[in-house]
Nanobody, 119 residues
Framework: QVQLVESGGGLVQAGGSLRLSCAAS????????MAWFRQAPGKERDFVAS????????IYADSVKGRFTISRDNAKNTVYLQMNSLKPEDTAVYYC????????????WGQGTQVTVSS
């Protein structure tokens, strides 16, 4: 059974940094795309960043380019989201997700971790 478990959220002041982790288990993810999404109160869930496990190809939302970095650690089967220069508008629940690279639908989701940025 596939499990994605996020950690690393918290409260930080504007301009600060946080690193989120997503520990993946239950299958081999070598053909998968791993991603981070976020959902602010009263808003839809939005794409933040993704990384293809096999070749490190990354994609970022315009709102986080230059501030956030997605990466992976094969040995730990973990995906990270390094968030720098945080802004109050980055406040949201952040979710880890996974899909096969041939699919357009994310099949697996974590439970989410809260990130709050104070001004």
């Amino acid at each position: 059974q596939v499990q994605l478990v996020e950690s690393g959220g918290g409260l930080v002041q504007a301009g600060g940094s946080l690193r989120l982790s997503c520990a993946a288990s239950g299958r081999t993810f070598s053909t998968y795309v791993m991603a981070w999404f976020r959902q602010a109160p009263g808003k839809e869930r939005d794409f933040v960043a993704s990384i293809r496990w096999s070749n490190d190809y990354t994609i970022y939302a315009d709102s986080v380019k230059g501030r956030f970095t997605i990466s992976r650690d094969n040995a730990k089967n973990t995906v990270y989201l390094q968030m720098n220069s945080l802004k109050p508008e980055d406040t949201a629940v952040y979710y880890c997700a996974a899909r096969d690279w041939r699919s357009t639908r994310y099949s697996y989701w974590g439970q989410g971790t809260q990130v709050t940025v104070s001004s």
